[in-house]
């Protein structure tokens, strides 16, 4: 019963391939939106920054507000590549890359009200890591520029 009803909700071969745009898609999305407030909420989001109990350790590893400049970059850059399916897999592994630390130095903290957008993140990860393993699905760059 239950695999009658698994194949009655499969997509079509053209469903899926919108989706894999889609999918693709949205999840560039957070990143191109995000990388641009890390330019035009700069101070705000130092002032987070400075909060968190790992402020130390960013301190140690560069000049938060140039990090904060550098990921807002990779952010906006990779994600608007992965919106297009173009180098899919370098563009996965930047945002997976830039993604860790900024959620351990903001969302690791032990006030509980970062639970939510810390499981965000983790979630996309796991988007980054699919994207990393399985490529950009339909309609996509890398596909064209294969042919």
Same mark, same amino acid.
Request: no cysteine; proline share 5%.
């Given at each position: 019963? @239950?695999?009658?009803? *698994?194949?009655? &909700?499969?997509? +079509?071969?053209? =469903?899926?391939? %919108?989706?894999?745009?889609?999918?693709?898609?949205? !999840?560039?999305? %957070?990143? %191109?939106?995000? +990388? &641009?407030?890390?330019?035009?909420?700069?101070?705000?989001?130092?002032?987070?920054?400075? *909060?968190? #109990?790992?402020?130390? =350790?960013?301190?140690?590893?560069?000049? #938060?507000? &140039?990090?904060?400049?550098?990921?807002? @970059?990779?952010?906006?850059?990779?994600?608007? =590549?992965?919106?297009?399916?173009?180098?899919?897999?370098?563009?996965? &592994?930047?945002?997976?890359? !830039?993604?860790?630390?900024? =959620?351990?130095?903001?969302?690791?903290?032990?006030? !509980?009200?970062?639970?939510?957008?810390?499981?965000?993140?983790?979630?996309?990860?796991?988007?980054?890591?699919?994207?990393?393993?399985? +490529?950009?699905?339909?309609?996509?760059?890398?596909?064209?520029? *294969?042919?």
């Amino acid at each position: 019963m @239950i695999r009658k009803i *698994e194949r009655l &909700l499969a997509p +079509g071969s053209k =469903t899926a391939a %919108i989706v894999d745009l889609v999918f693709r898609v949205l !999840t560039s999305l %957070i990143f %191109i939106i995000g +990388g &641009l407030g890390h330019f035009g909420q700069h101070q705000m989001m130092l002032d987070r920054m400075v *909060e968190s #109990p790992w402020a130390g =350790t960013v301190a140690m590893i560069g000049d #938060p507000s &140039l990090l904060l400049w550098l990921s807002g @970059i990779a952010f906006v850059a990779a994600g608007l =590549t992965l919106a297009l399916g173009w180098m899919t897999r370098i563009s996965a &592994l930047v945002l997976f890359v !830039t993604l860790v630390p900024v =959620t351990i130095a903001i969302h690791v903290v032990p006030d !509980t009200s970062h639970v939510g957008p810390l499981f965000k993140n983790i979630a996309i990860l796991g988007a980054l890591l699919f994207f990393w393993a399985r +490529g950009p699905g339909a309609y996509a760059l890398d596909k064209v520029i *294969e042919r």
